[in-house]
C-alpha cells in the first residue's frame, strides 16, 4: 500500500498543478466557447461547471479527511477542500465582475451525476476500501475536469 500512496502522492501533485493550469485557461478563454462531445458551452456553462467540479472536490475531501485511513488521504483530502473552497469563490468574484449567472449544461449535469454515483459509493464503501477508490476517484474526475474543456 506504501508504493500505491507513493504513487497516488506524485500523480496528485501532476494532477494538481493541471488543474491550476485548467483554471488558468478557463478563466483566459472565457469570453469564447469550450466544446465537449459536441456541445458548445457560453460563459455561463462554463461557470457552472466549474462550480460542480469545485464541489465534487470539496465534498470528496470532505469525506477523504473523516474516511481516510492513510494520514496521505487525509491530508490529501484537506488540501482539496481547501484548494477548491478557493477556486469557487475565485468563480463566483468572476461571475460578478462579468454579471454572468451559472447554467449548467448537459455536460455540467453529467459531470454532477458521475460526482453522485461516485459519492454514494465512497460513503457506503468500508474504511478498509476507501483510500483506493477515493485516489482512483479523485485522479478521473481531474483528468475528466481537463478533458470537459479540450
Not at 469550450?34 to 465534498?59: F, K, Q, T, Y
Not at 488521504?73 to 481547501?82: C, H, I, N, P, T
Not at 454572468?100 to 454532477?112: C, I, Y
Request: net charge negative; charged share 25%.
Amino acid at each position: 500500500m506504501d508504493m500505491v500512496l507513493s504513487a497516488f502522492g506524485k500523480r496528485m501533485e501532476i494532477s494538481s498543478i493541471a488543474i491550476s493550469l485548467w483554471m488558468i485557461g478557463v478563466v483566459a478563454s472565457l469570453s469564447g466557447c469550450a466544446h465537449r462531445d459536441g456541445e458548445m458551452m457560453n460563459d455561463a456553462n462554463i461557470l457552472a461547471l466549474i462550480s460542480v467540479a469545485n464541489n465534487a472536490d470539496i465534498e470528496g475531501g470532505w469525506l477523504a479527511q473523516r474516511k481516510g485511513e492513510h494520514d496521505l488521504v487525509r491530508s490529501y483530502g484537506a488540501r482539496m477542500e481547501r484548494e477548491h473552497i478557493r477556486m469557487i469563490n475565485q468563480a463566483a468574484t468572476l461571475s460578478k465582475q462579468l454579471a454572468v449567472k451559472p447554467v449548467l449544461s448537459a455536460t455540467g449535469q453529467d459531470f454532477h451525476q458521475e460526482h453522485l454515483r461516485a459519492s454514494t459509493t465512497l460513503t457506503e464503501v468500508p474504511s478498509a476500501a476507501f483510500d483506493e477508490l477515493y485516489i482512483d476517484h479523485a485522479i478521473r474526475m481531474h483528468e475528466r475536469a481537463i478533458r470537459d474543456f479540450d
